[in-house]
């Protein structure tokens, strides 16, 4: 596989409290199976949709304890530049780059809007095996309460090219789209008073389904919350959920679209 291009999203993992009940549960949900954990690295267990590693989780360091949530690492041809670039454009890092042995280098990072994200130089883990297939990432959005500032960070970090969706029928709608001249890599929405105040700016990960409804009950089954959806758009059929540890993720099935495409205007 070649090297992904600079800001390409290429890997998601989170920390669970309860390792096993998130295996339990995401492997009901998303049909994920798991390898072994790897004692070396934290008990860190990749997950694994038809056999193609999609995902992983890990248990918290010792004083990381706290709210569970999906990390998204976008790739990097040199982490050490790119934490350069995120410390120039006014983020901070949170985790110094690191070698993960020969399986590539990362860094932790939280943009000026208050967005944690990873950046993933690949090594031996090349990062997603397999994308928009059942089980598998689909998609991203950046969610922010101060979209100037993550409008300005993510492109100047990252090169993105920034679009603006125009879309009729819902004209409060900010929502961008950021792409490298090619296809759109992720969005970015406006946390509207809808979001509880206490609820931060985040990236919420989308995972594809075969049956949104389907997925949506058997986490609800499961003691996952359903946040939003099911709804019907001209990319898929979604929801947004938070499962029982309370991470945030949303479920789409891609072959099922309702409606015309909105239309991208480019950003100057």
């Given at each position: 596989?070649?090297?992904?291009p600079?800001?390409?999203?290429?890997w998601?993992?989170?920390?669970?409290?309860?390792?096993?009940g998130?295996?339990s549960?995401y492997?009901?949900v998303l049909?994920?199976?798991?390898?072994?954990?790897?004692?070396?690295?934290?008990?860190?267990t990749?997950?694994?949709a038809?056999?193609?590693?999609?995902?992983?989780v890990?248990?918290p360091?010792?004083?990381?304890?706290?709210q569970?949530a999906?990390?998204?690492?976008f790739?990097?041809?040199?982490?050490h530049?790119?934490?350069a670039r995120i410390?120039?454009?006014?983020?901070?890092?949170?985790?110094?780059?690191?070698?993960?042995?020969?399986?590539?280098?990362?860094l932790?990072?939280?943009?000026?809007?208050?967005v944690v994200?990873?950046v993933w130089?690949?090594g031996?883990?090349?990062?997603?095996?397999?994308?928009?297939?059942?089980?598998?990432?689909?998609w991203a959005?950046?969610?922010t309460?101060?979209v100037?500032?993550?409008?300005?960070f993510f492109?100047?970090?990252?090169?993105?090219?920034a679009?603006?969706?125009e879309a009729p029928?819902?004209?409060d709608m900010d929502?961008?789209?950021?792409d490298l001249?090619?296809?759109?890599l992720?969005?970015?929405?406006?946390?509207?008073d809808d979001?509880?105040?206490e609820?931060p700016?985040?990236i919420?990960?989308?995972?594809?389904v075969?049956d949104?409804?389907?997925?949506?009950?058997?986490?609800t089954k499961?003691?996952?919350?359903l946040?939003?959806?099911p709804m019907?758009t001209p990319?898929g059929r979604?929801?947004a959920?938070?499962d029982?540890?309370?991470?945030?993720?949303?479920?789409?099935d891609?072959?099922?679209t309702?409606?015309?495409?909105p239309?991208?205007t480019a950003?100057?």
């Open positions: 596989m070649a090297a992904r600079e800001g390409v999203p290429c998601v993992d989170a920390m669970f409290g309860d390792i096993e998130a295996k549960f492997g009901d049909g994920w199976t798991f390898g072994e954990a790897s004692s070396e690295y934290g008990n860190y990749q997950a694994y038809d056999g193609k590693a999609v995902a992983a890990v248990p360091m010792p004083g990381q304890e706290g569970s999906w990390c998204l690492y790739a990097s041809s040199d982490v530049a790119t934490g410390r120039e454009h006014g983020g901070e890092l949170l985790m110094d780059p690191m070698q993960v042995g020969e399986f590539g280098s990362m932790l990072a939280r943009s000026p809007d208050g994200f990873g130089q690949a031996l883990h090349e990062g997603f095996e397999a994308m928009g297939v059942p089980g598998a990432y689909a959005e950046i969610f309460r101060d100037e500032k993550s409008d300005a492109p100047a970090v990252f090169g993105y090219r679009r603006q969706m029928d819902a004209p929502f961008r789209v950021f001249g090619e296809e759109p992720i969005g970015r929405m406006k946390m509207t979001f509880p105040p609820v700016s985040y919420n990960v989308y995972f594809t075969a949104c409804d389907d997925a949506v009950a058997k986490a499961l003691g996952g919350v946040r939003f959806g019907d990319f979604f929801a959920l938070s029982p540890q309370g991470a945030s993720f949303s479920v789409i891609v072959t099922n309702q409606g015309e495409m239309k991208l950003v100057d």
